[in-house]
T-cell receptor, first 113, second 111 residues
Framework: EPEVTQTPSHQVTQMGQEVILRCVPI?????FYWYRQILGQKVEFLVS????????KSEIFDDQFSVERPDGSNFTLKIRSTKLEDSAMYFC???????????FGPGTRLLVL | KNEVEQSPQNLTAQEGEFITINCSYS?????LHWLQQHPGGGIVSLFM???GKKKHGRLIATINIQEKHSSLHITASHPRDSAVYIC?????????????FGAGTILRVKS
């Protein structure tokens, strides 16, 4: 069964460093999403992406964040200058259409020191 | 902005018991998801529904659009059902595909 994959599974970085989180959505899906979950808190929406552009973003998704689909398979989330409060589990998701269910990847656990 | 509330926050059950988890939301939606999150953190989609009822194995999800309420039922619960169950809603609109999540219900099923 097709699945969303994410790399790395864990990342530790120093405050101020840039990180890139990678996702490979399900191959025929067109809609892509990033969510995050700070430890002990709700999952929060960050951004949705369709047709090579951002379709919606949350207040969390400020200028420090960017997303890209550099080729036909990868979908990346970049944090330019990480802060302590960026420590969280980051989930990628994809769906075939707006009406279909979203399939989640296993997550990347990011720790900023 | 949609507010999603789940109850109970924590639930402990004996193996074999019938379990109900509730979700209510404040604003009209286009769809509601029930998700399962295991201790490792991964999220699995259980159901997406916009009306009526869906069943998959021992899991049943219902939604009442007028009352803005959904329930997830687990029949004949088993220790492997122990996980966090999360309700998430999707707002209507061309680009309104983001999900708004509840805080989750931590379920522990004892053998």
């Amino acid at each position: 069964e097709p699945e969303v994959t994410q790399t790395p599974s864990h990342q530790v970085t120093q405050m101020g460093q840039e990180v890139i989180l990678r996702c490979v959505p399900i191959s025929n899906h067109l809609y892509f999403y990033w969510y995050r979950q700070i430890l002990g808190q709700k999952v929060e929406f960050l951004v949705s992406f369709y047709n090579n552009e951002i379709s919606e973003k949350s207040e969390i998704f400020d200028d420090q964040f960017s997303v890209e689909r550099p080729d036909g398979s990868n979908f990346t989330l970049k944090i330019r200058s990480t802060k302590l409060e960026d420590s969280a589990m980051y989930f990628c998701a994809s769906s075939g259409t707006l009406q279909e269910t979203q399939y989640f990847g296993p997550g990347t656990r990011l720790l900023v020191l | 902005k949609n507010e999603v509330e789940q109850s109970p926050q924590n639930l402990t059950a004996q193996e074999g018991e019938f379990i109900t988890i509730n979700c209510s939301y404040s604003v009209g939606i286009s769809a509601l998801h029930w998700l399962q999150q295991h201790p490792g953190g991964g999220i699995v989609s259980l159901f997406m529904l916009s009306s009526g009822k869906k069943k998959h194995g021992r899991l049943i999800a219902t939604i009442n659009i007028q009352e803005k309420h959904s329930s997830l039922h687990i029949t004949a619960s088993h220790p492997r059902d122990s996980a966090v169950y999360i309700c998430a809603v999707k707002s209507p609109g061309e680009y309104g595909n983001k999900l708004v999540f509840g805080a989750g219900t931590i379920l522990r099923v004892k053998s």
